[in-house]
Nanobody, 122 residues
Framework: VQLQASGGGLVQPGGSLTLSCAAS????????MGWYRQAPGNEREFVAV???????HYADSVKNRFTISSDSAKNTVYLQMNGLRPDDTAVYYC?????????WGPGEADYWGQGTQVTVSS
């Protein structure tokens, strides 16, 4: 299973960016897809998650500014980021909890994509 993230870049404060993450490989089902971020000197932190069934959850720091959505047919999740602030600057990582075939039948596993840099600066 591979996760391909894209959409990062440089944006001015108050601006917007949309990140996307596409999952590919031998996937039976996707239980969740989400985003984490890591700023220099900080630990990786949760940003947002989309759960199968349609529920979404956000870190308090991004509520009402970021929106996560999914295109299940494409195994892709999007993160629309509005009202970006300098403290949103970080490397953003996509994560997915998938159901995949194993020797013993379907099994659940977590995968990470490569990071995509988001820089908010004037």
């Amino acid at each position: 299973v591979q996760l391909q993230a894209s959409g990062g870049g440089l944006v001015q404060p108050g601006g917007s960016l949309t990140l996307s993450c596409a999952a590919s490989g031998n996937i039976l089902d996707i239980n969740a897809m989400g985003w984490y971020r890591q700023a220099p000197g900080n630990e990786r932190e949760f940003v947002a998650v989309w759960m199968s069934g349609g529920s979404t959850h956000y870190a308090d720091s991004v509520k009402n500014r970021f929106t996560i959505s999914s295109d299940s047919a494409k195994n892709t999740v999007y993160l629309q980021m509005n009202g970006l602030r300098p403290d949103d600057t970080a490397v953003y990582y996509c994560n997915s909890r998938v159901v995949e075939p194993t020797t013993w039948g379907p099994g659940e596993a977590d995968y990470w994509g490569q990071g995509t840099q988001v820089t908010v600066s004037s």
